[in-house]
């Protein structure tokens, strides 16, 4: 078991399948020459001009070329060089990017289809909100069950922004799991799911993992319109039914999931069908995705 740390509340169990392939850009820069001038004839002098010279008898042999100089004195003229390349900015640490959510961009809201209603589970499935590779493209998913008050979900955030950077095959997806002992998991967990029906999910994930400590009802309306939200159509999404809503029956199939597969505590990762519970290194998840 490669990940560690855990919020608990029960077990472990079964999951989800796929394989792994890597991607490689190849890049080349050619760089053009110069061609040198050919040497100046020296300057005339008065009497070249006054009294020209008889025209020379023709040469011996007419066909013959002329015989290069010796010498020449110009310089060839420099050549051009490529341009330097402009690096990349960092990579920041590990330590640093668990310790700050919200550090790096956001990804693209990417679309996960909803799976096939399972017999027995409360809730209706839904889209899931994913960033990385297509549903079609992808050849790893990682799918992860998260509450949005667990202290230790909050160090996987830039971690998983950085696993889709360095693997464009993998798509993560996100499962809403908030946890009963965490009182404002839930009203956190149907703010992200709203932002998702408009569209940016990611943006309001990152802001409400790092202000965690602010999960209350005026904080999600300052995170949405920070993000450029239409307040009114927010406050719509957020104010359907907590029980029957769309939103609520999504967030209800989710848990029901994670029951299913006995993930008892977040964060909880199936990745091609092996189960994880908690968090433990950005490099343990990622030799992960590597074998997968």
Known sequence: MLLRHVHTSAALGRALSRSLTTLAVASALTVAGACAKAPAPPPATPADVASPAPAPAPAAN??????????????????????????????????????????????????????????????????????????EAALVKVFVFSDFQCPVCRRAVEPLKKLVRAHPEVQVVFKQHPLAMHARAMPAARAAMAAFTLGKFWEMHDRLFDAQGQLDDATFEAHAQAIGFDLAAFKAALGEDPVNGAIAKRIAYDTAQADALELGGTPAFVINGEKNMGWGSYLGIESQVVRA
């Open 62 to 135: 007419p066909t013959a070329p002329a015989a290069p100089a010796a010498n020449p004195t110009v310089a060839p003229a420099p050549q051009p060089t490529a341009p330097a390349p402009v690096a990349s900015p960092a990579e920041p640490d590990d330590k640093t990017l668990e310790r700050t959510p919200g550090l790096t961009p956001p990804h693209a809201t990417v679309i996960a289809k909803a799976p096939v209603a399972k017999a027995g589970l409360a809730g209706t499935p839904g889209d899931s909100p994913a960033m990385g590779a297509t549903d």
